[in-house]
């Protein structure tokens, strides 16, 4: 029996994989979540402030005027957007922190990524159904609370899944090809929320129907 004694560390414990020579379609359909990192925050990032503040329409974010100081509906959703980011940098290390000390039977990092990516995914499809068809604090509201619970739980859902990557593959050959393929299926997402996503807004002004629900704009359309 060895008298060193193994470091108890969560860096040390057991993986929530053995590592393993895997096939290249268990790679890619590893790799290929990635396309919702760079999915999610592109589309967020590209077509928030043409939702909340189009040209052609009354914006759905008040002005706010205190004094000489007036914040245009484009300057508070700058704000709310930092809020967002704040919110972000503090949930990374937190649960970046709880992830590494969670113990269960489907291991450390599962348990919070099928929990958190549908909470991610209903948050980010509901900043698009702000309560007011017209300007009130009652959307900025909205937009501020749905955007930092997005981001929270995008945060629960992407660290955990990055964090799988050294657990389930091998150091050198395999664990290059697979990040260089997680690399690639996030800019592929980020063209989709993009470039796609344009396209789609620009072809359904007035929104279409998916699944028996009709939705009303080309936003929704796109974001669904």
Same mark, same amino acid.
């Given at each position: 029996?060895s ?45 928030q ?27 508070i ?6 809020? !967002?980011? %704040?919110?972000?940098? &503090?949930?990374?290390?937190? =649960?970046?922190? $709880?992830?590494?000390?969670?113990? *269960?039977?489907? +291991? ?19 900043i ?5 068809a ?42 290059n ?11 592929? !997402?980020? %063209?989709?929320?993009? &470039?796609?996503?344009?396209? =789609?807004?620009? $072809?359904?002004?007035?929104?279409? *129907?998916?699944? +028996? ?12």
């Open positions: 029996m008298d060193v004694e193994a470091d108890p560390s969560p860096a040390t414990q057991n993986r929530d994989a053995p590592a393993r020579s895997r096939s290249r379609v268990a790679e890619v359909l590893f790799a290929s979540g990635t396309i919702g990192n760079g999915l999610l925050p592109g589309f967020l990032v590209a077509w402030l043409y939702y909340f503040v189009p040209s052609d329409k009354p914006a759905l974010i008040p002005t706010f005027t205190l004094g000489a100081w007036v914040l245009g509906p484009a300057t959703i700058g704000l709310v957007n930092l809020i !967002g980011q %704040i919110v972000h940098s &503090f949930a990374d290390w937190g =649960i970046g922190y $709880a992830s590494d000390r969670t113990r *269960t039977r489907w +291991g450390r990092r599962i348990p919070w990524i099928a929990v958190s990516a549908p909470i991610c995914t209903i948050a980010f499809m509901a698009w159904w702000p309560p007011s017209g300007a009130g604090w009652a959307n900025l509201a909205w937009l501020a609370a749905i955007r930092s619970i997005m981001w929270v739980a995008y945060t629960a859902a992407v660290g955990p899944y990055c964090s799988l990557l050294p657990e389930v593959t091998e150091p050198g050959s395999e664990r090809r697979v990040a260089a393929f997680m690399a690639f299926f996030e800019v592929l !997402g980020t %063209i989709l929320s993009g &470039f796609v996503a344009s396209k =789609i807004i620009d $072809a359904y002004p007035d929104g279409g *129907t998916i699944a +028996g629900v009709h939705l009303t704009d080309g936003y929704k359309y796109a974001a669904a």
